[in-house]
């Protein structure tokens, strides 16, 4: 029996390789998933960590055909759009899965009132060729482009945009489809415990199909960059940075394993000639020399001592003056090949008190290279207090930490990584700060508790209009079942 049940398994798995699934995949299937499940629904993320199986999948184009599925279908319901997250946010076993990179039209455009209305399928590149020729900009996103927008209000992302925190404050107004197939227009001052709950929540309350966003002008900016001592940091940010009214963009980035100093790069108006005269980048862009860079420093012995004496003094050896869309949309194909058969790129990321900059950076130092994490960069970025979201990452002002590493796949691999994120977690939460949720999911119930104590807020409103728990993912699976 074990030896024809090993034939079984390998015809399957071959099988399953020829429908396009991925070998990590389906090397991470149970022998029940590869027996049981029928081939062609599997969902995963971009990391390939996470292969779900799904019911069915589903690529709606309006509203009505959302509310008709869900009216028609009785089980789980799952959402995804770019598949950008980390932890399998995106979906849960045998439920109906919501493909929304089709739902991706303009529904309003009002460029003399700087407002757009859009479905929440369509990607920021898309808005961006949109908008472009009114000279009008995205007023918050992330820093890559080819993420859906309604995934972006999912889990209320940020970028390198000062003082302008996350995305929820350049919404106007969002619409949602609930459980019994309702839909509600949501907004700072119609149905405003949905309009707070919803953005930031992971499609725990529904799926968000249209948004209204505030957009701003489109602008020349001149790169500055600057090196610095990390304790030198939290003044000059306050002085050079926030003290700056010309000063667009900034973040700034570690390149372990050298803690000490930081590389400042801000981005300011400027009146100066071009010197990349495209106003957004191509989509058919080649990224080979970024992917490249990449892997030298992930890869190569002596791979960090190049990027800090070689690689970054090149960078920015040139001025550089760009149009603020074209700095906006580039392809997230620039981080390199994110997953391979043996490995994978993570993102994580950490948000800290102001005065507490320092500190974390000690710890973080210490936990990564006590794990000889392979820790490829740290890009810090700031963001005032967020008071509206419920499942806000920033209860006061506070810098994050954004660590962009490579990991091997193997299960004692994947529970080293699962050991020191939550060590950096504890970093986090002893020093008053928190973590984000689009990653993966391996915080404790009670790291999660602790670091978003609102939750409980979000799921009585869960409990009110999904009281059967239709809308579900990996990661409200481990942390809202636990705790209804």
Same mark, same amino acid.
């Given at each position: 029996?074990?030896?024809?049940?090993?034939?079984?398994?390998?015809?399957?798995?071959?099988?399953?390789?020829?429908?396009?699934?991925?070998?990590?995949?389906?090397?991470?299937?149970?022998?029940?998933?590869?027996?049981?499940?029928?081939?062609?629904?599997?969902?995963?993320?971009?990391?390939?960590?996470?292969?779900?199986?799904?019911?069915?999948?589903?690529?709606?184009?309006?509203?009505?055909?959302?509310?008709?599925?869900?009216?028609?279908?009785?089980?789980?319901?799952?959402?995804?759009?770019?598949?950008?997250?980390?932890?399998?946010?995106?979906?849960?076993?045998?439920?109906?899965?919501?493909?929304?990179? =089709?739902?991706?039209?303009?529904?309003?455009?009002?460029?003399?009132?700087?407002?757009?209305?859009?479905?929440?399928?369509?990607?920021?590149?898309?808005?961006?060729?949109?908008?472009?020729?009114?000279?009008?900009?995205?007023?918050?996103?992330?820093?890559?482009?080819?993420?859906?927008?309604?995934?972006?209000?999912?889990?209320?992302?940020?970028?390198?945009?000062?003082?302008?925190?996350?995305?929820?404050?350049?919404?106007?107004?969002?619409?949602?489809?609930?459980?019994?197939?309702?839909?509600?227009?949501?907004?700072?001052?119609?149905?405003?415990?949905?309009? *707070?709950?919803?953005?930031?929540?992971?499609?725990?309350?529904?799926?968000?199909?249209?948004?209204?966003?505030?957009?701003?002008?489109?602008?020349?900016?001149?790169?500055?960059?600057?090196?610095?001592?990390?304790?030198?940091?939290?003044?000059?940010?306050?002085?050079?940075?926030?003290?700056?009214?010309?000063?667009?963009?900034?973040?700034?980035?570690?390149?372990?394993?050298?803690?000490?100093?930081?590389?400042?790069?801000?981005?300011?108006?400027?009146?100066?000639?071009?010197?990349?005269?495209?106003?957004?980048?191509?989509?058919?862009?080649?990224?080979?020399?970024?992917?490249?860079?990449?892997?030298?420093?992930?890869?190569?012995?002596?791979?960090?001592?190049?990027?800090?004496?070689?690689?970054?003094?090149?960078?920015?050896?040139?001025?550089?003056?760009?149009?603020?869309?074209?700095?906006?949309?580039?392809?997230?194909?620039?981080?390199?090949?994110?997953?391979?058969?043996?490995?994978?790129?993570?993102?994580?990321?950490?948000?800290?008190?102001?005065?507490?900059?320092?500190?974390?950076?000690?710890?973080?130092?210490?936990?990564? =290279?006590?794990?000889?994490?392979?820790?490829?960069?740290?890009?810090?970025?700031?963001?005032?207090?967020?008071?509206?979201?419920?499942?806000?990452?920033?209860?006061?002002?506070?810098?994050?930490?954004?660590?962009?590493?490579?990991?091997?796949?193997?299960?004692?691999?994947?529970?080293?990584?699962?050991?020191?994120?939550?060590?950096?977690?504890?970093?986090?939460?002893?020093?008053?700060?928190?973590?984000?949720?689009?990653?993966?999911?391996?915080?404790?119930?009670?790291?999660?508790?602790?670091?978003?104590?609102?939750?409980?807020?979000?799921?009585?409103?869960?409990?009110?209009?999904?009281?059967?728990?239709?809308?579900?993912?990996?990661?409200?699976?481990?942390? *809202?079942?636990? =705790?209804?």
């Amino acid at each position: 029996p074990r030896f024809i049940g090993g034939l079984l398994m390998t015809f399957t798995r071959r099988k399953l390789l020829k429908t396009g699934i991925s070998t990590v995949a389906v090397n991470m299937l149970s022998p029940w998933q590869v027996w049981a499940k029928p081939p062609g629904s599997v969902v995963n993320d971009v990391t390939l960590l996470n292969p779900i199986w799904v019911n069915r999948q589903f690529a709606p184009r309006t509203t009505d055909e959302i509310r008709h599925a869900l009216a028609m279908w009785s089980g789980p319901v799952s959402i995804g759009g770019g598949r950008y997250s980390m932890g399998g946010q995106i979906a849960t076993e045998d439920s109906l899965h919501i493909d929304m990179r =089709q739902f991706n039209q303009v529904i309003r455009y009002t460029p003399e009132n700087k407002v757009i209305r859009v479905q929440a399928g369509m990607r920021w590149r898309d808005l961006q060729s949109v908008i472009d020729p009114s000279d009008l900009s995205v007023k918050i996103m992330q820093s890559y482009s080819n993420f859906t927008i309604g995934g972006s209000l999912s889990v209320n992302a940020h970028g390198r945009y000062i003082e302008a925190g996350p995305v929820i404050n350049s919404v106007r107004s969002i619409q949602l489809v609930l459980a019994d197939s309702s839909v509600v227009n949501a907004s700072r001052t119609e149905h405003a415990e949905l309009f *707070y709950a919803a953005i930031g929540s992971y499609g725990a309350l529904g799926v968000i199909t249209e948004v209204e966003l505030d957009l701003v002008c489109n602008v020349k900016i001149e790169r500055q960059v600057e090196q610095i001592s990390v304790a030198s940091y939290p003044s000059f940010f306050k002085d050079q940075v926030l003290g700056n009214e010309k000063a667009i963009l900034h973040n700034a980035d570690l390149a372990p394993p050298y803690f000490e100093q930081v590389t400042c790069v801000t981005w300011c108006v400027t009146d100066k000639e071009l010197t990349v005269t495209d106003r957004l980048v191509a989509p058919e862009r080649s990224y080979n020399l970024d992917k490249s860079l990449i892997w030298s420093v992930a890869t190569l012995p002596g791979g960090p001592l190049i990027r800090k004496n070689v690689i970054d003094p090149l960078r920015y050896l040139s001025e550089r003056v760009v149009w603020r869309n074209y700095e906006a949309s580039s392809d997230v194909a620039s981080l390199g090949h994110i997953a391979s058969r043996n490995s994978t790129y993570g993102l994580q990321e950490y948000f800290l008190p102001v005065k507490q900059l320092s500190q974390f950076v000690n710890k973080m130092a210490a936990i990564l =290279q006590a794990h000889s994490v392979d820790a490829i960069n740290i890009s810090i970025r700031h963001s005032p207090a967020d008071t509206e979201s419920s499942l806000s990452w920033a209860r006061e002002e506070v810098f994050s930490f954004v660590l962009y590493y490579r990991q091997l796949v193997s299960v004692s691999d994947r529970n080293e990584v699962r050991a020191w994120t939550r060590e950096l977690i504890n970093a986090s939460l002893s020093l008053g700060g928190t973590y984000y949720l689009p990653y993966q999911v391996h915080a404790t119930r009670e790291q999660f508790t602790r670091a978003y104590p609102n939750a409980r807020h979000l799921f009585a409103l869960k409990a009110q209009f999904d009281p059967y728990n239709r809308f579900r993912n990996k990661l409200w699976d481990k942390y *809202y079942t636990a =705790q209804r």
